[in-house]
């Protein structure tokens, strides 16, 4: 699908450990330059426990908003972090996407952050069990369903000062492990405009993981994935949202 508006709208879709109070300055940012901006709370993170919230709850979750930006008109780009790759996938259905008339809104590109970029019947796990588990992330186990990040200031944060990366990592959540692992069954990156953001740092998601994500989904498109780099661990809106800024800025510019 080709279109020639540019989004005037971004939703995020955030990670599995997060809350969308983590992206607060980011979202400042992106609001200052000029977009509205959504960031709607993934049931699945910080849910009760044991966890009641699935996949399903966190893509319901993404869509009712995205239909609400659609209702007041804009042009959508979807910035998915993370987990928040899975959810973006399955969520943005053609339903979703921007019609050629003037007056139909609608997702017009994606972004995959450090992101889960999944194939179609596919999911987290089997990308684990291709490529191992390329992570530094220490999950501590609940045993209700629900599992956690024990070293986040070093596999999340590593880029921060230490003081700081501390503070950050009681703000992470707990994580449905279930939801997690669910599977994909949607490709919107086939049919829009899609743009993987590698953080280099990344000791969340290795760079080298990253890679083979990507290098998977270009061999099933049509034309490659396009491809950008930030210098940062896994969350460049916390520790260069500048330059993450500047990025989201070209890839805009750059959509025709």
Same mark, same amino acid.
């Not at 000029?34 to 960031?39: A, E, H, I, L």
């Given at each position: 699908m080709s279109t020639s508006r540019k989004p005037t709208a971004i939703l995020i879709v955030h990670g599995g450990y997060f809350l969308p109070t983590s992206w607060a300055n980011f979202i400042e940012d992106l609001s200052q330059a000029?977009?509205?901006?959504?960031?709607p709370r993934l049931p699945t993170c910080g849910d009760e426990r044991p966890p009641k919230a699935q996949l399903e709850d966190d893509v319901a979750a993404v869509r009712k908003e995205a239909f609400e930006l659609v209702e007041m008109g804009h042009t959508i780009l979807v910035l998915a972090h993370s987990y928040g790759g899975v959810v973006a996938t399955q969520a943005i259905a053609s339903d979703l996407y921007a019609g050629t008339s003037s007056d139909r809104g609608g997702v017009v590109s994606l972004v995959y952050l450090s992101a889960w970029l999944i194939q179609p019947h596919d999911s987290v796990v089997s990308v684990i069990e291709k490529y191992g588990l390329q992570s530094d992330v220490d999950l501590g186990n609940n045993n209700d369903g629900t599992v956690f990040a024990k070293n986040a200031p070093v596999s999340f944060y590593n880029d921060i000062e230490p003081a700081q990366a501390e503070a950050l990592a009681k703000m992470n959540v707990t994580h449905n492990w279930m939801a997690a692992s669910g599977t994909v069954?949607?490709? +919107?990156?086939?049919?829009?405009?899609?743009?993987? *953001?590698?953080? $280099?740092?990344?000791?969340?998601?290795?760079? +080298?993981?990253?890679?083979?994500?990507?290098?998977? *989904?270009?061999? $099933?498109?049509?034309?490659?994935?396009e491809t950008k780099t930030v210098d940062s661990g896994h969350c460049p809106f916390l520790s260069k949202p500048q330059q993450l800024l500047r990025t989201i800025e070209e890839i805009i510019a750059s959509i025709e």
């Open positions: 000029g977009f509205t901006v959504r960031c069954m949607l490709a +919107p990156w086939k049919d829009l405009p899609t743009v993987y *953001i590698h953080c $280099l740092q990344d000791r969340a998601i290795k760079l +080298p993981l990253q890679q083979h994500m990507v290098e998977d *989904i270009t061999a $099933l498109r049509s034309s490659s994935l």
